[in-house]
């Protein structure tokens, strides 16, 4: 009897010792794939200081065109920057979001040709003037250089929402066309404000989708608008 008892005895640590060694060969293999006792534990990697963004635009110039005149618009644009994070004794909390980037972009904020048909005098030959109908038109278009503050606020572990304020550059040019003879361009040059919204999707540490929409004022022979630009881009740490 004694002896069954200890033989039981002996099975039972057995017993106890295997399921402790599977449990640290358990936490040992969670241990390399990032698993930790309450969930992922995040890479120990450091994030890009930097990174380029490239992106395509569906835009509205938000110049009115001419009374009269047939408007042809131009939507389709890009983006493109250079943004650096901020050091770390720069940057600002505000609640949930942290303002921590700086980024400097070129962006084509659209265009539209307005045509129609205007009277003019005209000359028949050497010296007789006439009056006729002559096709006008007009191409207006835009573009800005700006500089930005990105606010970024956390949404899920890849999801990141980011609000951009800043200040934009830009150059307004019409080019006028009688019956398809250049009659020259003007450009005009503004500052103007700049403003932005949208998310980020992460898809390793230094490759990012980002979406969003943008928006500032344009000018053009005394009419003016307001500029919007849906973006569909990526971002490139290094």
């Known amino acids: 009897m004694t002896s069954q ?10 017993t106890a010792a295997c399921r402790q060694g599977w449990r640290r060969m358990a936490w040992a293999a969670a241990a390399l794939v990032g698993i930790g006792p309450s969930g992922p534990v995040l890479a120990q990697t450091v994030a890009p200081n930097a990174y380029v963004l490239a992106a395509v635009s569906h835009g509205k110039l938000g110049i009115a065109c001419a009374a009269g005149a047939h408007c042809e618009a131009r939507q389709l644009g890009g983006r493109v920057a ?6 770390t004794a720069w940057r600002l909390a505000l609640g949930p979001a942290v303002l921590d ?5 070129y962006s084509q904020l659209g265009s539209h040709v ?13 010296a007789t003037p006439a009056r006729r109908v002559v096709q006008s038109k007009v191409d207006v278009s835009a573009v800005a250089l700006t500089l930005d503050a990105l606010t970024h606020a956390r949404l ?8 951009r304020v800043g200040l934009a550059a830009v150059a307004t040019t019409a080019k006028s066309f009688d019956d398809g003879a250049s009659l020259g361009s003007v450009t005009e040059n503004h500052l103007a404000p700049h403003l932005g919204l949208g998310v980020d999707w992460a898809l390793t540490q230094a490759v990012v989708l980002s979406a969003g929409v943008d928006s500032t004022r344009v000018s053009a022979s005394g009419a003016s608008g307001r500029s919007m630009a849906l ?8």
């Open 231 to 238: 973006h569909l881009g990526a971002k490139v740490g290094f």
């Open 101 to 105: 980037t700086v980024e400097v972009g």
């Open 82 to 87: 250079v943004g650096a994070n901020l050091p």
């Open 114 to 126: 307005q045509t129609q048909g205007v009277s003019k005098t005209v000359f028949v030959g050497t």
């Open 156 to 163: 899920a572990d890849d999801l990141t929402a980011w609000l």
């Open 5 to 14: 008892i200890k033989r039981k005895g002996m099975g039972m640590g057995s």
